[in-house]
Every structure is written in C-alpha cells, then in structure tokens.
C-alpha cells in the first residue's frame, strides 16, 4: 500500500510540471485501445503472469493528457508453494512525450498505476504439514512500457497480487 502511495504522489507532483510545457503529445495507450501482456517474475521464486487492459477515456491536468480503463492479471508463482491470483483493478496510464516531446526515447515512454480487488488461491507444504486456501484483498500494479513499435512494448511491472507482491519483465502486445 505505501508503494501505491508513493508512486501516486510522484505522478502527482510530475503533473505539476505539466503546467510548464508548451504542447502535449499523443498518448501511446488511448481510450478504445485493448492490450495483452505476458510476463516473468524476476524476483522471488518463479512465475509466470498475464493480462489485458482496455483504455475508457481521458482527461487532462493541464497540457497532460491521461488515460483510464480497466485491467485484469492472472498470475502462477511457485517456489515453497503454488499461488495463484487473479485481479480486477482500475488503472491510470500516462505517455511522457506529453512532458518531453522533444526527448526522442522519451517519446516511447508510458507510466501506469493501478488500484483493484485481488483473489488468491495458493498451497504449500512446510515442515510435513500441507496447507491450502484461499485470499481476497487489494491489489495494485505500477509499471512502464517502452513501446519498441505503436503495438509492441516491452514491459516492466511491480504490483501486490491479492497475497503476494512481485517484480515482473514481459511484453505488451497492443491490439
């Protein structure tokens, strides 16, 4: 939760700069726009995850123009144990050439938040004694995409999943 926290008093205080730029740029991920996302734990344990995200609409704080939609996550992390969630949050997407249009890399550059409800589902075995059940609590991912063309983006995410948290590198495939 201090992550969330965190990372929302930086975008906010990186919108105050906004004030300050002369034009904004397009967004890279707008309203309408739908995308699939596989990733890989790069962290704790192993897992794997995916997910999809669909752009509702915009708004702007200034010259700043801001997306916000729906995502979903799946995710399988094993290592002592087998966890399973799934997510459902809302999310907030930012494209930095809004900020830096004459920064070239920056142009590629996209930030996202997202806040939601979490289920998990996971199983372990310690000391002989097996254990299975079930969570549901808040979830949140925060995460960049650096689009390498207009649909294909690679993405680095970090998020707490219902009842574990993880850093995670994939791809974004924009449809």
Known sequence: MK????????????????????????????????????????????????GGDFGIGS???????????????????????????????????????SLFPQVGFVNKLESYIGLGLGAGFYSYSLLGVNQTGSTFSVASIEGNNYYITKSLAINLEEGYYGYYGGLKVGVLFKL
């Open 3 to 50: 992550k969330v926290l965190l990372v929302s008093i930086v975008l906010l205080s990186v919108c105050g700069l906004a004030f300050a730029a002369d034009s904004a740029g397009a967004p890279l991920f707008g309203p309408g726009n739908f995308s699939l996302q596989a990733d890989v734990d790069i962290g704790y344990g192993f897992g794997v995850s995916g």
């Open 59 to 97: 708004f702007k704080i200034g010259p700043i123009p801001f997306t916000y939609g729906v995502a979903a996550r799946v995710g399988y992390d094993m290592g002592d144990w087998n966890y399973v969630a799934l997510d459902v949050l809302g999310t907030v997407r930012m494209s930095w050439n």
